[in-house]
C-alpha cells in the first residue's frame, strides 16, 4: 500500500505543472486559519489528512473508500494531465488500461484477472490542479468510476449509477464525493 501511493505521488508530482502548485501554495498561505465546510467535512469522514493534498490522491482514496475494494491487488497508477489516446472519443476524460487474462484492456476479462492497472485523466479536462479543485464533483466521480472497471463493474444505465457510461451533469455525482474537498 505504502509503495502505491509513493508511486502515485511521485507520478502526480511529476505531471502536475508547478505554477498550479505555487498558486495553490500562496493561498493557502494567505489564508492559513480558513477551514471551508468541504474540509471540515472531509476531517468527519476521516480524509483529514488528504484534506490539504492532491486532488488525485484524494479522490483515489475515495474511490477505494466507495468501493470498499482496491483492485489490480493494490498495484493501481492514477496519472492525470494526459493527452488522449488515439482513437479515443475526445470527449473523454478518463480512462482505464491493464492487461488481463483476455489480452490488454478486455474488459470481459474476470477482473481478478487484471494487473499493470493505470487510470488516466485527461489534460483538456482537467490540466492543472485549479481546474481539478474547481471540477472536484466530476473529477471524484470519475475517478470513482474509472475504479469501478478495474474491480469488474460494467457501465450501467440504471439513473444515478456511478457507472453510467457518460455524465451530462452532476447528478451521479456520490454523496462522499460532496462531502470532501481537497
Request: hydrophobic content about 40%; glycine content about 6%; proline content about 7%.
Amino acid at each position: 500500500m505504502a509503495r502505491f501511493l509513493l508511486t502515485v505521488i511521485l507520478a502526480t508530482a511529476l505531471l502536475l505543472p508547478t505554477s498550479a502548485d505555487a498558486r495553490d501554495k500562496r493561498a493557502r498561505h494567505r489564508h492559513p486559519s480558513r477551514t471551508t465546510h468541504r474540509q471540515a467535512s472531509a476531517r468527519r469522514l476521516g480524509f483529514a489528512k488528504l484534506a490539504s493534498r492532491d486532488p488525485v490522491l484524494v479522490a483515489t482514496a475515495i474511490a477505494k473508500r466507495y468501493w470498499g475494494a482496491v483492485p489490480c491487488g493494490g498495484q493501481i497508477a492514477v496519472l492525470a494531465d494526459l493527452p488522449l489516446p488515439t482513437g479515443l472519443d475526445r470527449t473523454t476524460d478518463g480512462w482505464v488500461t491493464f492487461n488481463s487474462s483476455l489480452g490488454q484492456n478486455n474488459l470481459q476479462a474476470p477482473a481478478a484477472t487484471y494487473s499493470q492497472c493505470t487510470i488516466s485523466l485527461a489534460r483538456w479536462q482537467w490540466p492543472t490542479r485549479n481546474a481539478m479543485n474547481s471540477d472536484w464533483n466530476m473529477l471524484c466521480l470519475t475517478v470513482i468510476h474509472e475504479m469501478g472497471h478495474l474491480l469488474g463493474h460494467p457501465h450501467s444505465s440504471t439513473p444515478g449509477s456511478v457507472m453510467a457510461p457518460v455524465f451530462t451533469n452532476e447528478s451521479n455525482v456520490p454523496k462522499i464525493c460532496r462531502a470532501t474537498f481537497p
